[in-house]
């Protein structure tokens, strides 16, 4: 009995270890974000855009979609 109480124990360790860890990757994600200005922001998705324009329809067509 005393057995399976430790494994419920660890399970419960290892839980809230991950909880832990995906707290600290968002914070350090939503801090990046932040840190960018608004004019970076900006720049970004226009660079995002142009590259998403530029690319021509026949490029967008997959092998599968060929009849030929």
Known sequence: ??????????????????VAASGVVIARAERRRRAYTPEEIRARLRDRHAEASSVSPADSVSPADDDG
């Open 1 to 18: 009995m005393r057995r399976r109480m430790r494994w419920w124990k660890v399970l419960g360790l290892a839980g809230l270890a991950g």
